[in-house]
């Protein structure tokens, strides 16, 4: 006999579930409570893994260095965050998928760049098992924005507006035949 899917109405609910929850900034063993007990589960934020530590790693299970917990640890150790809102939903009962764009204003709390600010834009990706409990949460994010404000140079960028770099109009180059 073919395992049930979840209906769109439960996918939606357990994606708003969790999205409210991290949103709320949600302790993790209550974050972690979104996600399957019975399939692996996973976070994977992309990213190159040298612009911030939680991003371009894979992290799975629930605990262990590099479990869903410990993505989560990370994201509270080097990043605080506000007025986090979530936009139109996309729902694949089919595949039981749902994503979702977000937006908030993110703050880098440790190191060089502690305090610097931006707002972001981001993606989710939530696949989840047979009981609406999510198995795979995927991140698009800003890591451009991450990284320079980890290695405190984030301001200083927003400060000059993108003024800093002239695209190349290429006038004092030459073609050799």
């Known amino acids: 006999m073919a395992s049930q899917t979840p209906s769109r109405a439960q996918l939606l609910q357990s994606a708003q579930s969790l999205c409210n929850a991290f949103a709320s900034k949600a302790d993790i063993n209550t974050l972690l409570s979104h996600f399957s007990s019975t399939h692996q589960i996973s976070a994977y934020e992309h990213g190159l893994p040298v612009l911030a530590p939680f991003l371009g790693r894979p992290f799975s299970g629930r605990s262990g260095k590099t479990s869903v917990a410990a993505y989560f640890e990370l994201l509270q150790k080097y990043l605080t965050y506000e007025n986090m809102e979530f936009g139109e939903w996309v729902v694949d009962e089919l595949a039981a998928k749902v994503s979702v764009c977000g937006s908030a204003k993110f703050t880098w709390i440790e190191g060089a760049g502690k305090g610097q ?61």
């Open 117 to 177: 600010s931006w707002e972001e834009d981001f993606v989710y990706v939530l696949d989840f098992d047979q009981a609406a409990k999510i198995t795979d949460y995927q991140v698009w994010a800003d890591s451009g924005a991450a990284y320079l404000a980890r290695i405190g140079l984030l301001s200083q960028v927003i400060a000059k507006g993108g003024k800093e770099t002239k695209a190349d109009d290429q006038s004092d180059t030459q073609t050799v035949v």
